[in-house]
């Protein structure tokens, strides 16, 4: 087995990462402290303080890596599980379905961190906004590739209808929260669009 002292330094800070993001997404920011993020990754205060001045910088490098990985995977499976632009838009819940059922799944963890970052720290608020925005802006993108008549506003019905069920997942512990969404994502969807 590799100790993380025999890791090149770019793998270690990767490996910090990795481990605080499992742990944080597992128990909580606040409830995750230095020495528990240390002892799991196995390395000592001073190697993660080579990497990360702060506990926050560490959340920042978390929630930027989150971020790239879960935008590629998740815009991936919208993608190639729609036959046409269209049913990509009902096609985000699907995607949301496969994600509420993968072992580990503990909600967003965008929402987690302004939910104890709420006023605390503005630079975790601005990468949790831009996340969502992000995940607003494929979301309008999707609209617009179908022809919907009013893609803003079709945009932000499912918007809220995707982080809605993503909390009733996390809440509930079920992923039928994303088979309701999409029910009503159809009746949103067709109303957004003249008859043929």
Known sequence: MTRASDLPAASRRDHLIQTAGRLFARDG???????????????????????????????????????????????????????????????????????????????????????????????????????????????????REAGADEPEALADELALLFEGATVTAQVSGSSHAARTAKRAAQALISEHFSPA
């Open 29 to 143: 920011f606040h409830a995750t402290g230095i020495d528990k993020i240390i002892l799991e990754a196995g390395v000592s205060k001073k190697t993660l303080y080579s990497h990360f001045r702060s506990k926050e910088e560490l959340i920042l490098a978390v929630l930027r890596v989150h971020d790239s990985a879960f935008r590629n995977h998740f815009m991936r499976n919208v993608e190639k599980n729609g036959r046409d632009a269209r049913s990509r838009l009902t096609g985000l819940f699907d995607a949301a379905e496969n994600w509420f059922e993968e072992p580990g799944f503990y909600g967003c963890i965008f929402i987690n961190a302004v939910g104890e970052y709420a006023q605390a720290s503005p630079p975790i608020r601005s990468a949790c906004q831009d996340f969502k925005n992000m995940m607003r802006a494929f979301i309008l993108k999707l609209c």
